[in-house]
């Protein structure tokens, strides 16, 4: 079974942190994805997608992402529901993120990455699962990573 999202967009407001009871930090915002294909009246929609963001990726998230500044996310589609105060169920479709790529519009200027202060790569590199020793050139295989051109994929390259 296979569940990954792959998704580049712009933030739509700033990125919101909390802490949950145990003091684990949750970041969301929104992405704005302008769909591929236009409308009947030849404009483009565009779907907003919820990001959720967990522990330190979460807070460098909401330190470093802000309004309009262009994301990747990679990570997996989550579906739950819970009841609401009228007794009715209530669905809510998320993307759980596990790898997030600043892109642009953030600390940098003139398109070069922005830098967290006190850590050996840019903050455009911070993926979820931690990195460990891996270089600035381990890196170099991720089509999203700092040279913030734009990705050609044609048709034939997608699974669907």
């Known amino acids: 079974m296979l569940n990954r999202a792959v998704l580049l967009g712009r933030l739509t407001k700033d990125p919101e942190m909390r802490y949950t009871p145990s003091g684990t930090a949750v970041t969301t915002f929104t992405l704005a994805i302008d769909r591929r294909m236009t409308n009947q ?60 790529q600043f892109l642009s519009g953030g600390q940098g200027q003139g398109g070069e990455p922005s830098y967290a202060g006190g850590f050996d790569k840019p903050a455009s590199s911070f993926g979820g699962s931690g990195g460990g020793g891996r270089s600035r050139d381990s890196f170099n295989d991720n089509p999203f990573a700092d040279d913030q051109k734009p990705i050609d994929i044609s048709d034939d390259d997608l699974p669907f």
């Open 41 to 100: 009246q030849g404009e483009r929609e565009t779907d907003f997608l919820p990001i959720v963001v967990w522990s330190k990726l979460a807070e460098l998230c909401a330190q470093y992402l802000k309004k309009g500044q262009q994301a990747a996310v990679e990570g997996r589609i989550q579906v739950r529901n819970y009841e609401n105060k009228e007794g009715r169920r209530v669905y809510v479709t998320e993307i759980v993120a596990e790898n997030v």
